[in-house]
């Protein structure tokens, strides 16, 4: 318990020391979709992943303490690794086909906290879901949670120069409807959803 309330110390003083600042005043970001956020139970939220900073954003703008599963190479890159592990991040090693990364995820969701997922396991130079893996909706249906559909515009062409003059995009996170989880893990079903959550996103992304 004590460490529970620790975490989620450090995960709001970041969140407001330094995400916000960068979040807000560089990037303009704007949330859409706020009241379709659950505030209670513990969810898995589904996005698309274009940039390094795709956790902290997500994680500042939802408002919710959750805990992404990020590349082990990322906790070795200075601030960037400090960021994503004071805010809950975890190491993947193997993606969520790992046993580990599933009971970590697992243990994580049955303590009240959120997880981050990003569908497609990589980012996409497009910005979009292009090949989602079934992960997600094989967790929701281990653990029975709402699966919440995220879109975060424009986080894959975050910097662009002109006259070496950088320019900074505009952010917009859009939260869709949650999705409920399977009644099954066959794969069918499991595919099923998962190319539901796909076009439920790409379709926020517009």
Do not use: W
């Not at 009241?35 to 996005?47: A, L, T």
């Not at 070496?164 to 952010?171: G, M, V, Y």
Request: hydrophobic content about 40%; overall charge positive; aromatic content about 8%.
């Amino acid at each position: 318990m004590k460490n529970h309330t620790v975490q989620k110390l450090i995960y709001e003083l970041v969140s407001k020391l330094f995400v916000l600042p960068i979040y807000k005043f560089v990037f303009k970001g704007q949330l859409i979709g706020r009241g379709n956020i659950p505030q209670k139970d513990s969810f898995i939220m589904v996005s698309n992943h274009g940039s390094l900073l795709d956790p902290p954003l997500l994680g500042h703008a939802l408002g919710r303490n959750i805990s992404f599963m990020a590349k082990a190479e990322l906790f070795k890159i200075p601030f960037l690794g400090f960021i994503i592990k004071a805010c809950g991040a975890y190491p993947v090693k193997r993606g969520i086909a790992d046993k580990n990364t599933i009971k970590t995820a697992c243990k994580k969701l049955s303590n009240d906290n959120c997880i981050g997922i990003f569908i497609d396991g990589t980012r996409q130079k497009n910005g979009r879901v292009n090949k989602p893996k079934q992960g997600a909706a094989l967790l929701a249906f281990k653990n029975q949670k709402l699966l919440l559909p995220v879109a975060i515009v424009n986080s894959h062409r975050l910097v662009r120069f002109k006259f070496f003059f950088p320019l900074f995009s505009k952010i917009v996170i859009k939260v869709g409807k949650p999705v409920q989880p399977p009644q099954s893990s066959s794969r069918d079903e499991l595919n099923l959803l998962t190319m539901h959550l796909k076009d439920e996103i790409n379709n926020l992304i517009g």
